[in-house]
């Protein structure tokens, strides 16, 4: 069962076309992402959501009811603030016990009990009595959620939640996030620009790309399948070949023939297009080893040592272009000097072609 | 670090003996001065607490005293409440490219003299003012009104606004506006929008979120606003002297008389220590209750 419903949401400022027609489903329990560069219209989306902006046309549909309009104050959403936004004049208790004012079948021992259990929640049992403007940025956050989910809201909205926390802080949040989730099973909804944070998070993520839904895919599909050259740029890396297509028959520079049928193919009709795969999909080949796969022949532009990985750009013959191949480096790694000659080793099962733009 | 001390000492030194000879000095005389008492034409310099029984003991010093704090408070109410709503429209709905343009237009009222103003006023609240040239062209039977609202300038039908505390009140909470909405302002501003948008979301309606959010985080701006305009209305002599007429002079004006007029300087003195510590006092507890109240730890 749909928990939200959004139909042909439009938002307009002024002459800002913000939201172009989305059409949105979102299930009970779902871990969902709006994922986007800025001003895709990711953060708006949220917060017609939310209640905090109007829709120019569309509605939305919260548990079958029709929210379109309805105040914030009123909805079965809580949401969890890009700056944290923790009431500064009040306790960490006060402020997560905030929105219980409303509750009046609570007592103050209940209301405390919930305070508490929430804290508890987030992993700050024993904050209650600090100072709000005393903590740091990820007690901050941690009280944002125990704030907003002490109601238990239908869903928990998340601006950019982790973007102002350091990198080690956000993977453990994210983790945390997760179990979280998981524990409660509220519908979370989360905006973000880091499609990492996304693809590691959600079950499922809309890609947006000015104002309108790119694709809407879980994290799996929507890096192997990528609808388009935009949502595969987007979303990691992708190397980008010229190709033509002729019948069943595709000719990709640099890497030679293959058949239509053999690649993930989003082309229609026959001509030049854009083929693509992904630099893991590929495999650089020690001196002298053999392979069953296809071989691709190229030279080493570049060389970039990630400790784990090595990242080589080798551009391929008849290429202008590097694309660039990623190796693990378990036993070792190909040393190759930039400007050597190199050999890679690539299957036609790893390529997209992508419908002409 | 020893470089550092003695240039911030350098850079003190200045305003500190500036601070010392034109503050401190005179402050310490008032003081030595009110527990001297004046003999006809010398001042006994026997320390005395004589000049305090007599403050607190004569029923004209006591009333203008409460008088004076009657005024003030009224002043500074009725300028905070008025200045508010001021400062949060231009914190709140005023675009953001033209929040300067307002608080240049508020500041506009200083460009004339104080006494200028007072005069102004004069001309509104007179007898043949302009205030009183409409009321009796409209029609407006001044008695009854008066009678029903209990305003005394018009029950008192052909008298004035003018020369009555209520002159001093609205000539000082005019004057004070700017004051007022300039700390109201800065505090309103400095409250991140999101808690608004936060407070809405945890399910309070616009009222309930400015009660709960904006109204305690603005207490420090509203404190500070209280007491730029209390603290020199308490002192304030130009106004009551000009518009207050007997009925509406203040401790100032006493003060005044007392240095000036009855040749009593250490009355004078100690009347001035007195208000001082009144002000003080309240302005303390004013400080201590806000904080009580708007949770600030």
């Known amino acids: ?357 | 670090m020893q470089q550092e001390t003695k240039r911030g000492l350098g850079l003190i030194a200045p305003p500190f003996f500036y601070a010392v000879l034109l503050m401190a000095g005179p402050l310490l005389a008032i003081v030595v001065f009110s527990f001297w008492t004046q003999d006809y034409l010398t001042v006994d310099r026997t320390p005395t607490i004589a000049n305090y029984v007599e403050a607190f003991g004569d029923p004209i010093y006591r009333a203008i005293m409460g008088r004076t704090l009657w005024i003030s408070g009224l002043v500074t109410l009725i300028t905070v409440l008025l200045a508010f709503p001021v400062a949060y429209f231009v914190s709140f709905h005023v675009d953001p490219s033209r929040k300067s343009l307002w608080l240049f237009l508020i500041t506009i009222p200083f460009w004339t003299s104080y006494l200028l103003r007072i005069f102004l006023w004069k001309v509104i609240l007179g007898y043949n003012g302009v205030l009183n040239s409409i009321l009796s062209y409209i029609n407006v039977p001044l008695e009854a009104v008066g009678n029903a609202t209990g305003i005394l300038w018009m029950q008192e039908g052909l008298s004035a606004p003018l020369y009555s505390a209520s002159a001093v009140v609205l000539t000082l909470s005019h004057a004070f506006a700017p004051f007022a909405i300039l700390p109201i302002f800065v505090a309103l501003e400095k409250i991140d929008r999101s808690l608004l948008e936060a407070a809405r979301d945890l399910g309070e309606t616009a009222v309930t979120a400015f009660i709960r959010v904006t109204l305690p985080l603005a207490a420090p701006g509203i404190v500070a606003a209280l007491l730029i305009v209390f603290i020199p209305t308490v002192g304030d002599y130009v106004t009551p002297a000009q518009v207050g007429g007997p009925g509406g002079l203040m401790i100032a004006n006493m003060i005044q008389t007392q240095f000036l007029g009855l040749n009593n300087a250490p009355m004078g003195a100690t009347l001035a220590v007195i208000a001082m510590l009144i002000v003080t006092v309240i302005a303390l507890a004013t400080v201590w209750l806000a904080r009580r109240l708007s949770g600030v730890r």
């Open chain 1, 1 to 357: 069962m749909n928990l939200i419903e959004l139909r042909g949401i439009q938002k307009y400022y002024g002459d800002y076309h913000a939201l172009r027609g989305i059409d949105l489903d979102i299930a009970e329990g779902e871990f969902f992402s709006l994922l986007g560069p800025s001003g895709c219209g990711k953060t708006t989306l949220l917060r017609v959501v939310a209640g905090f902006e109007d829709v120019s046309s569309g509605s939305v549909m919260i548990s079958n009811k029709d929210m379109t309009g309805v105040s914030p104050n009123k909805r079965p959403t809580n949401m969890v603030f890009q700056s944290y936004a923790i009431f500064p004049h009040l306790s960490v208790a006060q402020n997560v016990a905030f929105g219980l004012r409303k509750r009046s079948d609570l007592n103050a021992q209940a209301r405390m009990t919930l305070v508490e259990d929430a804290l508890d929640m987030v992993g700050l049992d024993g904050y209650g009595a600090r100072a709000a403007n005393a903590l740091s940025g990820g007690q901050r956050q941690r009280v944002a959620l125990a704030r907003a989910l002490v109601l238990r809201p239908k869903v928990l909205l998340l601006d950019e939640p982790l973007s102002a926390l350091d990198k080690k802080m956000r993977e453990q949040m994210q983790v945390e996030l997760i179990r979280l989730q998981r524990q409660v099973g509220i519908t979370f909804i989360l905006v973000t620009h880091d499609q990492e944070e996304a693809l590691v998070m959600s079950d499922r993520i809309a890609v947006m790309f000015d104002g309108e839904v790119a694709q809407i895919a879980e994290a799996e599909d929507l890096y192997r399948k990528p609808v388009s050259r935009r949502v595969a740029e987007f979303i990691g890396t992708m190397n980008f070949l010229p190709a033509t297509v002729a019948g069943e028959k595709v000719e990709v520079a640099g890497l030679g023939h293959m058949e239509l049928s053999d690649t993930q193919s989003m082309a229609t009709t026959d001509g030049d297009t854009m083929a693509g795969f992904r630099p893991e999909t590929a495999t650089l080949l020690f001196p002298g080893q053999k392979t069953e796969g296809r071989i691709a022949s190229g030279t080493v532009s570049e060389v970039v040592y990630y400790g784990d990985m090595t990242y080589y750009d080798v551009t391929l013959d008849g290429c202008e272009r590097p694309v660039r191949i990623s190796m693990r480096n378990v036993f070792g790694r190909p040393v190759l000097d930039i400007g050597a000659p190199a050999r890679l080793a690539w299957s036609p099962g790893a390529v997209t072609l992508f419908a002409r733009a």
